[in-house]
């Protein structure tokens, strides 16, 4: 059983109103009656009105992102370092091998040297297409070089453009999943209003263009709303076999596009597991959804010339383990509420076991520590133990992955979105909660369910799926703010299906004695053309100023230094610095790096904590050996770094450096006891500045080989460029 059933056979006139019978429809002599064919004719009307504006708000979503992002940065007139600088952090590092591809001889060679890369980590040789997801900007570069455009559209303008049209399949993707949920294309409408105008916390492409996120997240949405689909109930099975091949596609391009594809499906994975239990879902299409979860993650592993981080993931390990546990508890779903409540404790602890033992024994056996950071984070995050790791306390402290802000709730408020969500998800989950009830009651809880029924609705399984998604997504978004936008999209689609849904408004009527099936309708849109006006009136205003707001990108340091890098140093020059900046020097320049912003390997991360301790007390014979082991020619030290005031103290970097060094931290405040000063740094300060850097580094190596330091470097914010003002952005 998935639904809380409406059980009056003595009335039929309601059953009536909302399933017509089938007499109604055919004549003594089998013919359609011509109600029958206007309805036909109507819903293929509906469909076609329904499909054009999922079409058109999707096309005008991506041309509303491309406008902001040229407004933004004034991009088509800037020049092109400005470009790839604006790319900022791991987008141009990703970006860089986009740019290697087609500069490339010929496609063999740009893929020999992604295979073969030793110009990302210096003295180590290292294949690009088995670290980072970067199959995206191979396939771009490919259909670039061999599709007759190359006189008409610039390669970077084919690679944003094709992120913004991503962003129409996003839009489209969401549309369709409220529509099949609600029944109407209107709901659709106004989920995808919900995500233009909120754009803040729904979306980030127009100023982080390569992220991950942004590739694999379209795929995400088309892989809901197959998933929703699926999960009706009645599908033929050419239709079954069908959507299944969709939701295989998108999971596969999905979990292609971003690392942290593994953590996502986990958490859907975890979901479908939640509804199995309590008998919401079919239990054969749940199996086939863990078998497809599996099946595309090792189709990427393949990919990815065996990727250890994916073979360890705790997702394979959960599936493989849900399925064997089944195979073990016979008549899971069988019996009593005590005997069907100790049967699923036992089956919970079951799972979860053979997940930890599973993973384990493949981590053990493959000597895999590619995300040991990402669980040391976890454990500090919810106070399983302070740590002084320094990996763990990088994450800690960035924004966002800590806590999601307060003002996040008000600013979707403003556009009743978040008041609608609480609303629908409370009616969804009391709902749950009765229906979970019943189907571990079985048939001893009929009278209660018939006294009950009054004031139930039903809950079908593509609802129920959708229900448990958007809250196990928003824990995971309130927890961790970098993660929202899982959530906030969903969170659209979910509020507009419960806006335009009969039967919440059917419960909500039967609940005040006033339900017909006409007044559900009427409330019902109603409420959603006013909801539609209400977007419209307060923020199509802001819309038009945002788009008539003209802005230039202007970072003249950071455009001094890479043009310095290109003219004043050798290419084969090996460059040292924080691993935001690094990726840009490998993007606008080619240089060889020490270290990268790509955190998912641990040779790498203590690379980079190694390198770091140019910020850290240590006396500069020690920073020159570090560097010089790394094959450092040149370091760029940042004021950004040095004189840093983003951070509160100890949560600075060299704060940072100094806590896992077991150094007490500079500047007034408490320090751990535990903490001793720096032996070989006592009577000196810490290397406050770029320019005391490089001056005691140098002068502590006295004849021998010294390192050649950069140019002050410091990053300053962008300047307003208005209406009509003409120049260069170098101006």
């Given at each position: 059983?998935?639904?809380?059933?409406?059980?009056?056979?003595?009335?039929?006139?309601?059953?009536?109103?909302?399933?017509?019978?089938?007499?109604?429809?055919?004549?003594?002599?089998?013919?359609?009656?011509?109600?029958?064919?206007?309805?036909?004719?109507?819903?293929?009307?509906?469909?076609?009105?329904?499909?054009?504006?999922?079409?058109?708000?999707?096309?005008?979503?991506?041309?509303?992102?491309?406008?902001?992002?040229?407004?933004?940065?004034?991009?088509?007139?800037?020049?092109?370092?400005?470009?790839?600088?604006?790319?900022?952090?791991?987008?141009?590092?990703?970006?860089?091998?986009?740019?290697?591809?087609?500069?490339?001889?010929?496609?063999?060679?740009?893929?020999?040297?992604?295979?073969?890369?030793?110009?990302?980590?210096?003295?180590?040789?290292?294949?690009?297409?088995?670290?980072?997801?970067?199959?995206?900007?191979?396939?771009?570069?490919?259909?670039?070089?061999?599709?007759?455009?190359?006189?008409?559209?610039?390669?970077?303008?084919?690679?944003?453009?094709?992120?913004?049209?991503?962003?129409?399949?996003?839009?489209?993707?969401?549309?369709?999943?409220?529509?099949?949920?609600?029944?109407?294309?209107?709901?659709?409408?106004?989920?995808?209003?919900?995500?233009?105008?909120?754009?803040?916390?729904?979306?980030?492409?127009?100023?982080?263009?390569?992220?991950?996120?942004?590739?694999?997240?379209?795929?995400?949405?088309?892989?809901?709303?197959?998933?929703?689909?699926?999960?009706?109930t009645h599908l033929q099975p050419v239709q079954e076999r069908l959507t299944l091949t969709a939701v295989f596609i998108a999971?596969?391009?999905?979990?292609?596009?971003?690392?942290?594809?593994?953590?996502?499906?986990?958490?859907?994975?975890?979901?479908?597991?939640?509804?199995?239990?309590?008998?919401?879902?079919?239990?054969?299409?749940?199996?086939?959804?863990?078998?497809?979860?599996?099946?595309?993650?090792?189709?990427?592993?393949?990919?990815?010339?065996?990727?250890?981080?994916?073979?360890?993931?705790?997702?394979?390990?959960?599936?493989?383990?849900?399925?064997?546990?089944?195979?073990?508890?016979?008549?899971?779903?069988?019996?009593?509420?005590?005997?069907?409540?100790?049967?699923?404790?036992?089956?919970?602890?079951?799972?979860?076991?053979?997940?930890?033992?599973?993973?384990?024994?493949?981590?053990?056996?493959?000597?895999?520590?590619?995300?040991?950071?990402?669980?040391?984070?976890?454990?500090?995050?919810?106070?399983?133990?302070?740590?002084?790791?320094?990996?763990?306390?990088?994450?800690?402290?960035?924004?966002?992955?800590?806590?999601?802000?307060?003002?996040?709730?008000?600013?979707?408020?403003?556009?009743?979105?978040?008041?609608?969500?609480?609303?629908?998800?409370?009616?969804?989950?009391?709902?749950?909660?009765?229906?979970?009830?019943?189907?571990?009651?079985?048939?001893?809880?009929?009278?209660?369910?018939?006294?009950?029924?009054?004031?139930?609705?039903?809950?079908?399984?593509?609802?129920?799926?959708?229900?448990?998604?958007?809250?196990?997504?928003?824990?995971?978004?309130?927890?961790?703010?970098?993660?929202?936008?899982?959530?906030?999209?969903?969170?659209?689609?979910?509020?507009?299906?419960?806006?335009?849904?009969?039967?919440?408004?059917?419960?909500?009527?039967?609940?005040?004695?006033?339900?017909?099936?006409?007044?559900?309708?009427?409330?019902?849109?109603?409420?959603?053309?006013?909801?539609?006006?209400?977007?419209?009136?307060?923020?199509?205003?802001?819309?038009?100023?945002?788009?008539?707001?003209?802005?230039?990108?202007?970072?003249?340091?950071?455009?001094?230094?890479?043009?310095?890098?290109?003219?004043?140093?050798?290419?084969?020059?090996?460059?040292?610095?924080?691993?935001?900046?690094?990726?840009?020097?490998?993007?606008?320049?080619?240089?060889?790096?020490?270290?990268?912003?790509?955190?998912?390997?641990?040779?790498?991360?203590?690379?980079?904590?190694?390198?770091?301790?140019?910020?850290?007390?240590?006396?500069?014979?020690?920073?020159?050996?570090?560097?010089?082991?790394?094959?450092?020619?040149?370091?760029?030290?940042?004021?950004?770094?040095?004189?840093?005031?983003?951070?509160?103290?100890?949560?600075?970097?060299?704060?940072?450096?100094?806590?896992?060094?077991?150094?007490?931290?500079?500047?007034?405040?408490?320090?751990?006891?535990?903490?001793?000063?720096?032996?070989?740094?006592?009577?000196?300060?810490?290397?406050?500045?770029?320019?005391?850097?490089?001056?005691?580094?140098?002068?502590?190596?006295?004849?021998?080989?010294?390192?050649?330091?950069?140019?002050?470097?410091?990053?300053?914010?962008?300047?307003?460029?208005?209406?009509?003002?003409?120049?260069?952005?170098?101006?």
């Amino acid at each position: 059983m998935t639904t809380v059933r409406q059980r009056r056979a003595g009335k039929g006139t309601e059953a009536a109103e909302d399933q017509p019978s089938e007499e109604k429809n055919v004549k003594p002599d089998g013919k359609i009656l011509s109600d029958h064919t206007g309805g036909k004719l109507w819903n293929i009307l509906s469909i076609s009105v329904g499909g054009i504006v999922a079409l058109s708000l999707g096309l005008l979503t991506s041309v509303y992102v491309a406008t902001l992002h040229e407004n933004d940065l004034w991009f088509s007139n800037i020049k092109e370092v400005e470009r790839e600088i604006s790319f900022r952090t791991e987008c141009g590092l990703y970006y860089s091998y986009y740019k290697q591809m087609i500069q490339a001889a010929s496609i063999q060679q740009g893929l020999h040297g992604l295979v073969y890369d030793n110009k990302t980590e210096s003295v180590r040789t290292i294949n690009i297409l088995e670290r980072m997801n970067v199959y995206q900007e191979v396939l771009l570069s490919i259909l670039y070089r061999i599709l007759p455009i190359q006189q008409y559209l610039e390669p970077v303008y084919f690679y944003i453009y094709t992120l913004f049209g991503l962003q129409a399949v996003y839009v489209i993707a969401l549309y369709v999943t409220s529509w099949l949920l609600s029944g109407t294309w209107l709901s659709g409408l106004l989920a995808a209003c919900w995500y233009i105008t909120n754009r803040t916390d729904t979306t980030r492409v127009e100023f982080t263009i390569p992220l991950r996120e942004n590739w694999a997240l379209p795929f995400f949405a088309v892989q809901i709303a197959a998933i929703t689909y699926l999960l009706r109930t009645h599908l033929q099975p050419v239709q079954e076999r069908l959507t299944l091949t969709a939701v295989f596609i998108a999971t596969f391009l999905f979990s292609l596009t971003w690392q942290f594809n593994q953590f996502m499906m986990l958490i859907q994975a975890l979901a479908l597991f939640i509804l199995d239990c309590f008998d919401m879902l079919p239990t054969v299409k749940v199996t086939w959804l863990y078998i497809i979860q599996i099946s595309a993650l090792l189709l990427v592993c393949v990919l990815q010339f065996f990727n250890s981080m994916i073979l360890g993931s705790l997702l394979i390990s959960f599936n493989a383990s849900v399925l064997i546990a089944r195979t073990i508890q016979k008549n899971l779903k069988k019996g009593g509420l005590l005997n069907r409540l100790g049967k699923l404790i036992l089956h919970v602890l079951l799972v979860l076991c053979l997940t930890l033992l599973i993973n384990k024994f493949i981590k053990k056996s493959l000597n895999l520590e590619s995300d040991e950071h990402i669980f040391k984070f976890l454990k500090a995050k919810f106070g399983f133990g302070a740590t002084r790791d320094f990996d763990a306390n990088l994450y800690l402290c960035e924004e966002a992955f800590g806590l999601l802000p307060l003002n996040t709730f008000s600013r979707l408020s403003d556009t009743l979105l978040f008041y609608v969500y609480i609303f629908v998800l409370f009616l969804m989950t009391v709902a749950a909660v009765i229906v979970a009830f019943q189907n571990l009651s079985g048939s001893n809880q009929v009278q209660f369910m018939e006294k009950m029924e009054e004031y139930t609705i039903t809950l079908k399984p593509d609802a129920a799926y959708n229900l448990i998604h958007t809250v196990l997504f928003g824990c995971l978004a309130l927890s961790t703010m970098r993660m929202k936008y899982l959530w906030t999209s969903h969170m659209c689609v979910f509020a507009s299906f419960g806006l335009c849904s009969t039967e919440v408004w059917k419960l909500i009527l039967k609940c005040i004695h006033l339900y017909t099936s006409q007044r559900t309708h009427v409330i019902k849109y109603s409420i959603l053309i006013i909801t539609l006006l209400y977007i419209s009136y307060k923020f199509w205003p802001g819309i038009m100023d945002e788009l008539s707001e003209l802005r230039e990108f202007y970072d003249p340091d950071t455009v001094e230094l890479m043009n310095w890098i290109k003219s004043s140093t050798p290419n084969t020059a090996v460059f040292a610095g924080s691993m935001q900046l690094l990726a840009g020097v490998k993007l606008c320049t080619g240089r060889t790096l020490t270290n990268h912003p790509h955190y998912e390997d641990k040779n790498l991360r203590e690379r980079t904590k190694q390198i770091y301790q140019i910020y850290a007390k240590r006396s500069p014979e020690d920073v020159y050996r570090i560097l010089r082991s790394f094959g450092t020619d040149y370091v760029i030290l940042e004021d950004s770094i040095c004189y840093e005031r983003r951070h509160s103290r100890g949560c600075r970097l060299r704060d940072l450096l100094d806590i896992a060094n077991g150094h007490i931290m500079d500047g007034l405040g408490e320090n751990e006891p535990d903490l001793k000063p720096s032996l070989k740094c006592q009577g000196t300060k810490p290397l406050a500045s770029s320019e005391e850097s490089s001056t005691r580094i140098n002068t502590a190596l006295g004849e021998r080989e010294q390192l050649l330091l950069c140019p002050r470097f410091q990053g300053l914010p962008a300047r307003a460029k208005h209406a009509g003002e003409g120049g260069s952005s170098g101006e």
